[in-house]
């Protein structure tokens, strides 16, 4: 039985030392490239291009967290609504039903964020 599993252990063991190498080799040559020694320009943070200009520890408005919820609320639906529409033929009406519902609760997961303003940047 285990001769079964020794082509996947052959197999991960060629992945590690083909990772262990690569990694090694970059790091090599990341350390004798002549780039690796910057001047404190290069050395320094940035942020999009352009100095930090806030602690990173800042608190994040309200608003982010509103349309991270809806982002998921419509990601969910998305993702459900495809491979429900394919099997629509063999799930019959149970199926229609337990898609109604949830489409429902998303519903009312929309209207609460439209309640609470996530959806106007003012």
């Given at each position: 039985?285990?001769?079964?599993?020794?082509?996947?252990?052959?197999?991960?063991?060629?992945?590690?030392?083909?990772?262990?190498?690569l990694l090694?080799?970059?790091?090599?040559?990341?350390?004798?490239?002549?780039?690796?020694?910057?001047?404190?320009?290069?050395?320094?943070?940035?942020?999009?291009?352009?100095?930090?200009?806030?602690?990173?520890?800042?608190?994040?408005?309200?608003?982010?967290?509103?349309?991270?919820?809806?982002?998921?609320?419509?990601?969910?639906?998305?993702?459900?609504?495809?491979?429900?529409?394919?099997?629509?033929?063999?799930?019959?009406?149970?199926?229609?039903?337990?898609?109604?519902?949830?489409?429902?609760?998303?519903?009312?997961g929309f209207?609460?964020?439209?309640?609470?303003?996530?959806?106007?940047?003012?």
């Amino acid at each position: 039985m285990l001769a079964n599993y020794l082509p996947v252990l052959i197999f991960l063991a060629l992945a590690a030392v083909l990772a262990a190498v690569l990694l090694g080799l970059g790091l090599v040559l990341g350390r004798l490239s002549v780039r690796h020694r910057g001047d404190a320009a290069k050395l320094s943070p940035y942020e999009c291009g352009f100095e930090a200009f806030e602690d990173s520890r800042m608190k994040f408005d309200v608003r982010y967290y509103l349309i991270a919820i809806l982002f998921i609320i419509f990601d969910l639906e998305i993702a459900f609504l495809f491979p429900w529409a394919v099997s629509l033929g063999r799930i019959g009406g149970f199926g229609m039903a337990a898609m109604g519902v949830f489409l429902a609760i998303l519903t009312i997961g929309f209207a609460y964020e439209w309640k609470k303003g996530a959806l106007e940047w003012d």
